[in-house]
């Protein structure tokens, strides 16, 4: 497994990072088999780790604070707070308040004193980001937490908080967190370039888009992502589009003798701005594909034929930024008189 260093931190980690979202009620909630799989990815060269509070309610947390134990130190840690952990307007954010409390939370489900990589887990428009970068800074200083970073944040965000915390004397995000996959290429335009511009790594999510890129014969049966569904409603025309576009995907891996969940993870290891892929996997089974893809390089042909397939910058179906869409966007009432 090869390895790039993450950002400005002088931290090494694997071209792969194993995602934990699926292990816990979310998905996979037989936790002997979850440790297992994270030992097998652990076994394979994979050293990075990422989990969030949310995920299934902190079960994953306490997932891989279990599979960790006695690896600790052979692994590069990383956790995300922010979105909503109960129904108390206080128990999410990026409010001091909440980050003193959230971090404690984590650090006891992973059974650790530090973590590595600790992410916003999204843009909080209520908190000024300087009182949250203060929040943070305050935990690299105590040794709690060794680096910060962001995720799913736009281009603008990421460029206001790096400017907050130069004019602050804050630590600054080090990374970021994007959704990104063949046929979700946005950040391409924006985000990429600017997280190159301020020297941060970048650690993407969803390569297989949320199981279309997975190579099951049917990508709109077996997802999990009850919150999205028209992201797979196939009498949406955006995903008449997204259908072909895989089927000619699946035709270009067949002809490059590869899998396509292979063409799709090496696709996004590609970009020279990506340090590390997250791989999701639910099942034994998928983690193995996933992990066997993992020095499959492309040539610039394919590259190039899939680029003609989904051009760079643009994505086949804007439902699936729909997390990542601007409030100023999504909510009504902040565009009306």
């Given at each position: 497994m090869k390895r790039r260093i993450l950002g400005g931190t002088g931290i090494s980690v694997s071209e792969f990072a194993l995602g934990t979202m699926m292990f816990g009620a979310m998905g996979n909630a037989d936790h002997e088999e979850s440790i297992r799989m994270i030992h097998t990815a652990l076994d394979a060269g994979v050293n990075f780790v990422d989990t969030a509070d949310v995920y299934s309610r902190g079960e994953s947390e306490e997932i891989v604070g279990k599979a960790i134990k006695g690896r600790r130190d052979d692994v590069v840690l990383a956790t995300k707070f922010a979105l909503p952990m109960g129904p108390d307007a206080n128990q999410r954010g990026g409010s001091p308040l909440w980050i003193k409390r959230a971090v404690e939370d984590s650090l006891r489900r992973l059974g650790t004193d530090h973590i590595d990589l600790y992410q916003m887990h999204r843009p909080d428009p209520d908190t000024d980001i300087d009182e949250t970068l203060a929040a943070l800074s305050d935990l690299v200083r105590s040794g709690k937490v060794r680096a910060i970073g962001s995720s799913t944040f736009l281009a603008e965000l990421i460029v206001e908080a790096q400017w907050a915390a130069d004019r602050g004397g804050h630590h600054r995000f080090r990374t970021e967190q994007p959704r990104y996959s063949i046929l979700t290429r946005t950040i391409e335009?924006?985000?990429?370039?600017?997280?190159?511009?301020?020297?941060?790594?970048?650690?993407?999510?969803?390569?297989?888009?949320?199981?279309?890129?997975?190579?099951?014969?049917?990508?709109?049966?077996?997802?999990?992502?009850?919150?999205?569904?028209?992201?797979?409603?196939?009498?949406?025309?955006?995903?008449?589009?997204?259908?072909?576009?895989?089927?000619?995907?699946?035709?270009?891996?067949?002809?490059?003798?590869?899998?396509?969940?292979?063409?799709?993870?090496?696709?996004?290891?590609?970009?020279?701005?990506?340090?590390?892929?997250?791989?999701?996997?639910?099942?034994?089974?998928?983690?193995?594909?996933?992990?066997?893809?993992a020095d499959v390089e492309l040539s610039e042909d394919v590259l190039d034929r899939i680029d003609e397939i989904v051009p760079p910058g643009t994505e086949v179906n804007p439902a699936d930024n729909y997390l990542s869409a601007s409030p100023a966007i999504g909510d009504k009432r902040l565009r009306r008189r």
């Open positions: 335009g924006g985000v990429l370039p600017t997280a190159q511009r301020y020297g941060m790594g970048v650690l993407t999510y969803g390569p297989l888009s949320s199981g279309w890129l997975s190579g099951r014969a049917d990508p709109t049966r077996g997802h999990r992502v009850a919150t999205a569904p028209q992201a797979f409603d196939l009498s949406v025309p955006a995903n008449q589009v997204r259908l072909e576009a895989v089927r000619r995907l699946t035709e270009l891996a067949a002809e490059a003798g590869m899998p396509l969940s292979h063409l799709a993870t090496a696709f996004v290891r590609s970009h020279p701005a990506v340090t590390s892929v997250l791989i999701g996997p639910r099942t034994p089974e998928q983690l193995d594909d996933l992990l066997a893809g």
